[in-house]
């Protein structure tokens, strides 16, 4: 028990303010069952947050550093992969310095990383720095050389929390394509404060759990059943079957501080996947219920396309009943992943195109990576290579942005980790940036006061029916491998 | 110091430490200031596991016929054969067992493997079905050289559709008192099939 430094007074005050904040929602509860956020989502409305979209690279790094500053008590971080390159070893640099500076004040000061093992690495040893100046480092599950789907899900979350205090979660990664301005990927995050903060870390706590489970000899002598039983209530209920909870320690106004005042003003329910607990994502049950109420509009962003029959089905139901849906993913060139990536996500894009939706892709910054080698222009942006970012947004109000690729796998087989936000001016700024790639269909680069601009053309157009027979030949008779492989990105 | 003295200090003493506990206990020194519970009911999940996990629960006879390239000791390269009859309810326990033979350059084995896991259900697009077990294995090894030599092994063993992969480790002993390792690798082609029972 982490309590030296703990004074009466802040735990007092943490009691208070959980208190209220039960008796307040306690009014909700009952509405709660006709809110599919929080039925299907399992989860709760936080309100009086303060919501930050990061869609550009440089204030989302940005906003890691100072984020990570901030800390004076613990940081627990969790990401799919962190990379050996620029960006994902200055992060992790930068983190050996904090740690050491900060465990000299507090030597109970805590860094928590929970790193997927399939990205990690079995024998990686780029952690070592950071381990030996006092983080702890978890891997999440083990490596499964792809033949172990039962018991083998992949930890696809990222998140960032400070002291409780202050949380980053979306769909980035540590690695140079989310950082580099030059050449970056287009990803969406919310930094968060507020008491939403609190619903991340507690997911992360039991996410660091569930990895130790892992990691210890009941991993082979349990019988998997009994272990994911044990894993799926300690997630719903906060406590191992035997009513011990190994997250009592963690239950202090140190991790969790009460929320001074309101730091902002947006309601916020944070969304939580794990394959362990339950067999369907709540967040593609609730992004498909969302759909099926659309009324006006809804945009959806994902780089792997490869959705269930249901959430197919819903997008060209609400284009039947006269909703506008977008769909912005990548196109053949500026494809994440190739081979069976590629083409898992073929099939939902000719049916979708079939049945009305908008499905924008995007052609990336190949051509304009080209164009600068050739001559001697140098604007100040240049525009995404391509699409990793994964949102939805339904009507005027509802916006998740998250880790889920809304996908197969994404659905069956990943963790990950996002929040609603209910608030119109976030919602009008999601669209306004949606919008804005769909302007540069005709894309001219601004080379400066000397050089003439420079014509680019198309890096995003409009699929139509007559582009279907394209997407086939590219298809092949791969169909029916698609299908049986249906589990891939 | 009289009898009756050492019994007042010791009560006294008693009398402090119980007062301290107590004290340090009301402040809450060490405990959990925050709710638990009262947080997940109100996240939703209070109502404990999936309800539809439990719906779920069917049993399924597991016929899992397989036939490995096998890499490692003691033969460097082998080939396997198993068949592994598995029985599971789904949601609370699978059990298999199997029997196989092995050959290889210098020694020969029957198999005998009993071990926890079996033939599941695979969500994926079109569904398949899958296997996943861990295992003990005895084995009779018939050694050129050493003669029948009694080994046990342990390992892991995961498949999807067609495909699996195991890793093995073990040691087997000769009545002649000489040791093979067992540490193997092996690519398997299985074929998993299952039958609902209920």
Request: charged content about 25%.
């Amino acid at each position: 028990m982490r309590n030296s430094g703990f004074r009466q007074p802040r735990r007092l005050a943490a009691a208070a303010w959980l208190a209220g904040v039960v008796v307040a929602s306690a009014t909700a509860v009952a509405a709660a069952d006709d809110d599919p956020v929080t039925r299907l989502g399992r989860t709760r409305w936080t309100h009086g947050n303060s919501v930050r979209l990061l869609a550009f690279p440089e204030e989302s790094w940005q906003a890691r550093f100072e984020l990570v500053e901030r800390a004076r008590h613990h940081v627990f971080i969790s990401t799919f992969a962190w990379h050996d390159d620029h960006y994902g070893e200055l992060f992790r640099e930068h983190l050996v310095e904090l740690v050491r500076a900060r465990r000299r004040e507090n030597p109970d000061f805590t860094v928590y990383c929970l790193v997927d093992a399939i990205a990690r690495g079995t024998f990686d040893r780029s952690f070592r720095q950071l381990e030996e100046a006092g983080a702890v480092v978890r891997s999440f599950n083990r490596q499964s050389w792809g033949v172990g789907p039962l018991y083998d899900p992949r930890m696809h979350d990222k998140m960032i929390v400070v002291d409780g205090r202050w949380g980053i979660v979306g769909g980035r990664n540590f690695a140079d394509e989310y950082f580099e301005p030059r050449r970056w990927w287009l990803d969406f995050e919310v930094l968060l404060e507020g008491e939403a903060v609190w619903d991340l870390q507690l997911n992360f706590l039991k996410a660091w759990q569930v990895a130790d489970m892992f990691g210890n000899a009941d991993r082979f002598f349990l019988p998997e059943e009994i272990a994911r039983r044990r894993i799926s209530v300690l997630w719903t209920t906060g406590r191992l079957p035997s009513g011990r909870s190994p997250l009592d320690r963690f239950m202090t106004a140190e991790y969790f501080p009460p929320v001074a005042g309101r730091p902002g003003e947006r309601s916020v329910a944070v969304l939580y996947d794990s394959p362990l607990v339950r067999r369907r994502a709540a967040t593609t049950d609730l992004a498909i219920e969302l759909i099926r109420h659309a009324r006006a509009e809804v945009d959806l962003m994902t780089p792997f396309p490869n959705f269930t029959r249901e959430l197919t089905d819903a997008l060209t139901g609400a284009v039947a009943r006269g909703t506008r849906v977008r769909l912005f993913v990548n196109g053949e060139e500026a494809a994440l992943r190739r081979g069976p990536f590629l083409w898992a996500g073929l099939p939902t894009l000719i049916e979708l195109i079939g049945g009305g939706v908008e499905v924008w892709v995007w052609s990336g910054n190949g051509q304009v990576q080209k164009i600068l080698a050739e001559t001697a222009c140098q604007p100040r942006e240049v525009p995404p290579v391509a699409l990793h970012g994964k949102l939805l947004r339904v009507d005027d109000v509802l916006t998740i942005v998250h880790s889920s690729n809304f996908n197969i796998r994404s659905t069956y087989y990943n963790t990950e980790a996002g929040v609603v936000v209910r608030d119109g001016a976030f919602n009008a700024e999601v669209e306004d940036l949606l919008d804005g790639l769909i302007s540069l269909r005709d894309l001219r680069l601004d080379c400066g006061d000397r050089i003439d601009d420079v014509t680019v053309g198309e890096v995003v157009e409009k699929l139509a029916p007559d582009d279907v027979p394209r997407l086939r030949e590219i298809l092949g008779n791969r169909q029916h491998w698609v299908d049986a492989l249906g589990l891939m990105w | 110091m009289t009898a009756s003295r050492r019994a007042r200090l010791l009560v006294a003493a008693i009398a402090v430490a119980v007062a301290g506990w107590a004290g340090a206990a009301a402040a809450g020194e060490g405990q959990p200031v925050i709710d638990l519970d009262a947080w997940h009911l109100e996240l939703g999940g209070a109502d404990g596991v999936e309800p539809d996990r439990e719906a779920d629960r069917s049993f399924v006879l597991g016929v899992n016929p397989n036939c490995s390239a096998v890499l490692g000791f003691p033969n460097l390269l082998a080939y396997q054969g198993n068949l592994y009859l598995s029985l599971s309810d789904s949601s609370r326990f699978s059990v298999f067992v199997g029997y196989g033979v092995e050959g290889g350059s210098s020694a020969d084995a029957t198999i005998y493997t009993l071990g926890w896991g079996g033939v599941r259900k695979l969500p994926m697009v079109t569904p398949q079905w899958g296997f996943y077990g861990k295992f003990l294995r005895y084995r009779r090894w018939e050694d050129d050289d050493h003669g029948v030599h009694d080994g046990l092994s342990f390992g892991t063993e995961s498949g999807a559709g067609a495909v699996a992969v195991r890793f093995e480790i073990g040691a087997a002993r000769s009545h002649s008192d000489h040791w093979l390792a067992v540490a193997q690798i092996a690519l398997t082609l299985e074929l998993p099939v299952g039958i609902p029972l209920t």
